[in-house]
Nanobody
Framework: QVQLVESGGGLVQPGGSLRLSCAAS????????MSWYRQAPGKERELVAH???????NYADSVKGRFTISRDNAKNTVDLQMNSLKPEDTGVYYC??????????????WGPGTLVTVSS
């Protein structure tokens, strides 16, 4: 089994910063794409950022220039540095990883989510 655990969410004022972390554990051979998604109240879950094992990165237009994704392949972790936060960034943030748990066997795993609230 593979488990993801997110941390770092909380309440922050507009313009502030938060850093989210996600750690994968369990039977892991390697991790391909590591991603952050978010779901705002009453809205569908959306991709925020993802990073391939080779370092290719993609961001949602709404967070470009404000958020930075990074990963540590040796530790199986992925972080999301969020700066200049806006109220519309409020939501539950989820980590998702594409895990190779045996040679030729692949699984997408979601974390339970961490709440980010941007409010004055």
């Amino acid at each position: 089994q593979v488990q993801l655990v997110e941390s770092g969410g909380g309440l922050v004022q507009p313009g502030g910063s938060l850093r989210l972390s996600c750690a994968a554990s369990g039977s892991i051979f390697s991790i391909n794409v590591m991603s952050w998604y978010r779901q705002a109240p009453g809205k569908e879950r959306e991709l925020v950022a993802h990073m391939t094992r080779g370092g290719f990165i993609n961001y949602a237009d709404s967070v470009k220039g404000r958020f930075t994704i990074s990963r540590d392949n040796a530790k199986n972790t992925v972080d999301l540095q969020m700066n200049s936060l806006k109220p519309e960034d409020t939501g539950v943030y989820y980590c998702k990883c594409g895990v190779v748990y045996e040679v030729g066997r692949y699984l997408e795993v979601w974390g339970p989510g961490t709440l980010v609230t941007v409010s004055s």
